[in-house]
Nanobody, 125 residues
Framework: EVQVVESGGGLVQPGGSLRLTCAASGFTFDDYAIGWLRQAPGKEREGVSCISSSEGSTYYPNSVKGRFTISRDNAKNTVYLQMNGLKAEDTAIYYC??????????????????WGKGVLVTVSS
């Protein structure tokens, strides 16, 4: 059974930090790029980061570049998203998604093969 489970969300003040964790099982983790997407109320889903299976490449949109850092530990089947300098506009549900490298990896991670259920991040004073 495939499982993708996010954790680490919560309430944080503007300027603060959070680290999200994505733990995966049930598929060959090393063959998959892993990404994070978010969706705020009334807005479209947005990709915020992705890391290739070999950690050779990462992706960040301009909205989070320099503030968010993605990393992975293939030995633990886990991906992390370190979020610093959080802003109110970062408030959203954050989803972890897995996309096979064969299927395009980070270039197509927004149509992922596997998804988590999401974790809420709220940035507010």
């Amino acid at each position: 059974e495939v499982q993708v489970v996010e954790s680490g969300g919560g309430l944080v003040q503007p300027g603060g930090s959070l680290r999200l964790t994505c733990a995966a099982s049930g598929f060959t983790f090393d063959d998959y790029a892993i990404g994070w997407l978010r969706q705020a109320p009334g807005k479209e889903r947005e990709g915020v980061s992705c890391i290739s299976s070999s950690e050779g490449s990462t992706y960040y949109p301009n909205s989070v570049k320099g503030r968010f850092t993605i990393s992975r530990d293939n030995a633990k089947n886990t991906v992390y998203l370190q979020m610093n300098g959080l802003k109110a506009e970062d408030t959203a549900i954050y989803y972890c998604a897995a996309r096979s490298e064969h299927g395009g990896g980070c270039t197509t991670f927004q149509i992922a093969d596997y998804w988590g259920k999401g974790v809420l991040v709220t940035v507010s004073s």
